[in-house]
């Protein structure tokens, strides 16, 4: 069972590279999230979606950018990458039931230089 | 706006020992799920236990449970019988129904737990 993946896994950019994180569900999960970890701050929310098609902001969108086109992949987007951006990138999915648990890809350790 | 809050960073706890992690919510919502999750050394978010907060009685899950009290606004981890591999970051988050603010948990800051031999 894959679960949640996410690719790559390691990624070093410079100042003003874009890039592309993808997060891939085999569950049938409706919702799916992005979230960072930087230390001593625990996970907060980026951008979030609810079903296909749609996406919505969290707690910390500026500088992201997300697309949601099939309903397993969501996708995370640097623009213009800052050093502000190193961090740890989690995505996540759950079903539509609003307190099951969220599972979570196995990470993105992202360092803007 | 939903807040919570790990008042411990570390813990130091001797094997098999019982260990709580404490954890307050702040919330306006009468409906809500409080959740943990342990994170080890190798970084994976694993999920924990579950706590409706509607449900009449205390999670439990294994060696984990759930210490709910609505009035205090507390859902502390209970561990009984700690292991070695139980040395790991956990994290308290909680989910309230989308009434205009953003869908998702929100996490507090985390408890480093590491256990002695």
């Known amino acids: 069972n894959a679960g949640v993946t996410q690719t790559p896994k390691f990624r070093v950019l410079k100042t003003g590279q874009s890039m592309t994180l993808l997060c891939a569900q085999d569950m049938n999960h409706e919702y799916m999230y992005w979230y960072r970890q930087d230390p001593g701050m625990g996970l907060r929310l980026i951008h979030y979606?609810?079903?296909?098609?749609?996406?919505a902001k969290g707690e910390v969108p500026d500088g992201y950018n997300v697309s949601r086109l099939k309903k397993q992949n969501f996708l995370l987007g640097l623009e213009s990458a800052a050093p502000s951006q190193t961090s740890v990138y989690f995505c996540?999915?759950?079903?539509?039931?609003?307190?099951?648990?969220?599972?979570f890809g196995q990470g993105t350790r992202l360092t803007v230089v | 706006a939903q807040k919570i809050t790990q008042t411990q960073p570390g813990m130091f706890v001797q094997e098999k020992e019982a260990v709580t992690l404490d954890c307050t919510y702040d919330?306006?919502?009468?409906?809500?799920?409080l959740f943990w999750y342990k994170q080890p050394s190798s970084g994976e978010m694993i999920f924990l236990i579950y706590q409706g907060s509607y449900d009449q009685q205390n999670a439990t899950e294994g060696r984990y449970s759930l210490n709910f009290q609505k009035a205090r606004k507390s859902a502390n981890l209970v561990i009984s019988a700690s292991q070695l591999g139980d040395s790991a970051m956990y994290f308290c988050?909680?989910?309230?129904?989308?009434?205009?603010?953003?869908?998702?948990?929100?996490f507090g800051k985390g408890t480093h737990l590491i256990i002695q031999p």
């Open positions: 979606s609810v079903g296909e098609g749609t996406t």
């Open positions: 919330t306006s919502d009468p409906s809500y799920g």
């Open positions: 988050a909680m989910r309230v129904p989308s009434g205009g603010g953003a869908d998702g948990l929100t």
């Open positions: 996540a999915s759950s079903y539509n039931r609003r307190y099951t648990e969220a599972f």
